[in-house]
């Protein structure tokens, strides 16, 4: 099972929005509407933003918005924060492992 | 509130085994799964395997089979990992949280840095 495709890096300035991909297949997240996004501060443990394709949990910032078209889901930042600047990676169900992580992407704040 | 504390780092030679510990508080602890989740220094996210805190049931990453066992102690509330055979590759934080399923992992714990070194 690869790890789901995401990009290296996305920037924004301030008050913009940024989309971030996450490219599967059928068997993960064109299979199921079970993808989850996860922001991580450098040294602290990831934190769940995002869950079944586009549920925010409570507490988490409606600036953040997730949203899927075949096997590609996408987290959207909207009105971009400093705070926001973060590794962010995906996450899918599979038929074959349970889960699998996206790559990883780099958001900067710019 | 949900918490969820691991046990601390730990430095291992090449061949070792090393057993981390998850105690959880704040919820009932067989009404959900634990995964494991493993991050090697500058990489990213690494799922390692769940266990069911309700029946022990497990599932695991292949490329760890016959490398990690699971375990829970329900009397404690504690989830232990341990992997085997340990190899410079498997230096990691390694993170256990709490798995409702349907790919929501929605509490963490705060990792436990592995050094595997000779």
């Known amino acids: 099972q690869s790890a789901l495709t995401q990009p290296a890096s996305v920037s924004g300035s301030p008050g913009q929005s940024i989309t971030i991909s996450c490219t599967g297949t059928?068997?993960?997240?064109?299979?199921?509407?079970?993808v989850s996004w996860y922001q991580q501060h450098p040294g602290k443990a990831p934190k769940l933003m995002i869950y079944?394709?586009?549920n925010r949990p409570s507490g988490v910032s409606n600036r953040f918005s997730g949203s899927k078209s075949g096997n590609t889901a996408s987290l959207t930042i909207s009105g971009l924060q400093a705070e926001d600047e973060a590794d962010y990676y995906c996450s899918s169900y599979t038929s074959s492992i349970l889960y699998v992580f996206g790559t990883g992407t780099k958001v900067t704040v710019l | 509130q949900v918490q969820l504390v691991q046990s601390g780092a730990e430095v291992k030679k090449p061949g070792a085994s090393v057993k981390v510990s998850c105690k959880a508080s704040g919820y009932t602890f067989t009404s959900y799964g634990i995964s494991w989740v493993r991050q090697a220094p500058g990489q990213g996210l690494e799922w390692m395997g769940w266990i069911s805190a309700y029946n022990g049931n497990t599932n695991y990453a292949q490329k760890l089979q016959g490398r990690v066992t699971m375990t829970t102690d329900t009397s404690t509330s504690t989830a232990y990992m341990e992997l085997r055979s340990l190899r410079s590759d498997d230096t990691a934080v390694y993170y256990c949280?709490?798995?409702?399923?349907?790919?929501?992992?929605?509490?963490w714990g705060q990792g436990t840095l592995v050094t595997v070194s000779s």
């Open positions: 079944e394709v586009s």
């Open positions: 949280a709490r798995d409702a399923g349907s790919a929501v992992v929605d509490y």
């Open positions: 059928s068997s993960d997240v064109g299979g199921y509407n079970y």
